[in-house]
């Protein structure tokens, strides 16, 4: 069981001064943990909790990047959510030289690799919906084409995005999830 509800966690997050573009990311992350949840028989309201929470530490960690998730312990415990979920949250963190706190930790289950590849696919598709001007009509072909231009969305890491294949799905499958996922999900 969750401690907050959806709309508790959203009004927590705007609390914090976020930017509407951050927003807009922890919303198209959960849409994206929901229908990933629901390919894989799992808890819809629990991935989606951590993908809107995923980066709950933010907008308070951007300019000092070293801290991001590490922070996130904190302010998850005051929300009453468990170790569990914790770990899973931090998870998107391990093994990035930015936050050497977790420099040595790896992510070993279909959630962590799950939250991981959609949080960084957001940022794929968002940049592929600017230069298209739109969501309606994206197809996978388009996407996957983008994808393998490493020019393009660069500071996106394409391997953090393949680590959906570790959960048994394919690149293509995942496209078209996160495809459908964000041209469902409502921005801001």
């Known amino acids: ?11 927590y997050l705007q609390s914090l001064n976020q930017s509407e573009t951050d927003m ?12 990933l949840a629901e390919k894989f028989n799992e808890d819809k309201e629990y991935w989606g909790m951590l993908g809107l929470l995923h980066d709950i ?5 951007k300019d000092n990047v070293n801290e991001h998730c590490v922070k996130a312990e904190q302010m998850l415990k005051e929300l009453n959510f468990n170790q569990e979920f914790i770990e899973n949250i931090q998870s998107h963190c391990y093994n990035n030289e930015l936050v050497p706190y977790f420099i040595d930790k790896r992510r070993i289950t279909k959630i962590q690799h799950s939250l991981t590849a959609a949080e960084t696919m957001t940022g794929i ?10 969501m ?3 197809e996978v072909k388009g996407l996957k084409k983008k994808f ?7 500071k996106c890491d394409r391997e953090l995005v393949k680590e959906i294949e570790l959960t048994g799905m394919s690149l293509d499958e995942f496209f078209e999830i996160s495809i459908q996922a964000m041209q469902n999900f409502e921005a801001l």
Do not use: C
């Open 148 to 154: 393998k231009d490493k020019k393009f969305a660069e």
């Open 136 to 138: 309606e009509g994206m």
């Open 125 to 134: 598709i968002t940049a592929y919906k600017l230069m298209r001007g739109t």
């Open 57 to 61: 530490d933010w907008a308070i960690t």
């Open 1 to 11: 069981m969750l401690p907050i509800t959806r709309n508790q966690a959203v009004e």
């Open 24 to 35: 807009n990311h922890y919303l198209a992350t959960e849409s994206i943990m929901r229908k």
